[in-house]
């Protein structure tokens, strides 16, 4: 294949749709729509308007069509995610943010509805940034610390935080969970990994063979990190803070039995759009 001869669009839609229908890529042609728009920098109205004889030239679409027929994430070819208000840089050093981690803020906004409010926050496996930046964007007099034990991790959130403008209300280090933090925080939020050790071959190729293992192994039963980030929360939690977790499907008793031996109390819970119990809120007292 010549990539040095300008080919049209619509013959270039056409080669990519039959290359992810042979990669068993779902929803072929939206994908191909998409990763052309991402190329050429252009929204999908604007690349529904083109003229498709326009002659294009077809090197990096076609090196972004070879990408994800391997079924590499949409978000790590374009290196960007949407989530919650903001649109983030991703990399294969962290977890591409999905739209099941909404509901943290969602369940976050229903808590703490006067959003001039100062609060300080806690992010304990920041990746992206995602959790914590949202948060800020709707809390804007209020402050977080974000912490994550990969150094790689720890730049892109900052990279992040500059990017939404969120720099000045937002620090991130690297650190092992909140070992060795100090102070009171009004809300911890955390997407722990949370995928048993024995399920951690059976998830998709996109996710398996690309995201970091580290943010989605919890373990032999998946509850690792809820153990240690309990432990830490009742330590690190004001008064009358709150500890926002993310839970994985059919998790919700074994994460509430880990908070009550502990001490803390379940106040509120969350459901995502397919009607699992997606976010769970511990406090040190009944609210």
């Known amino acids: ?128 940034g995602c959790l914590l930046l949202a948060a800020l964007s709707e809390y804007t007099k209020s402050f977080g610390i974000g912490v994550d034990y990969k150094e790689q991790a720890v730049r892109l959130a900052r990279k992040n935080a500059e990017k939404c403008k969120l720099a000045d209300r937002s620090i991130f280090y690297t650190g092992y969970w909140g070992n060795a933090l100090k102070g009171e925080f009004d809300i911890i939020l955390s997407n722990p990994p949370y995928i048993r050790e024995h399920e951690l071959l059976n998830l998709m190729p996109e996710v398996k063979n690309y995201e970091p293992m580290s943010a989605l192994d919890g373990g032999r039963d998946g509850l690792d990190a809820y153990r240690l980030i309990c432990y830490q929360a009742a330590d690190l939690l004001t008064e009358q803070g709150v500890l926002i977790l993310e839970l994985g499907i059919e998790q919700e008793e074994h994460v509430t039995e880990i908070g009550r031996d502990i001490g803390l109390y379940v106040v509120q819970k969350q459901q995502d759009l397919n009607g699992y119990t997606r976010a769970l809120v511990f406090s040190n007292i009944k609210l």
């Not at 943010?97 to 369940?107: G, Q």
């Open 1 to 128: 294949m010549d990539n040095s001869v300008q080919i049209s669009l619509a013959s270039l839609i056409q080669e990519g749709e039959m290359l992810f229908q042979k990669a068993g890529i779902e929803a072929p042609r939206r994908e191909v729509m998409l990763l052309i728009a991402a190329a050429l920098k252009k929204s999908r109205t604007e690349l529904f308007l083109m003229d498709k004889t326009e002659l294009i030239d077809p090197v990096l679409i076609r090196s972004y069509f070879y990408r994800r027929s391997q079924h590499e994430p949409f978000a790590y070819i374009v290196r960007e995610k949407g989530f919650w208000s903001l649109n983030l840089e991703v990399s294969e050093a962290t977890l591409i943010p999905r739209a099941d981690s909404e509901t943290l803020i969602e369940v976050l906004l229903k808590l703490f509805p006067k959003r001039q409010t100062r609060y300080n926050f806690l992010d304990l496996g920041t990746g992206t």
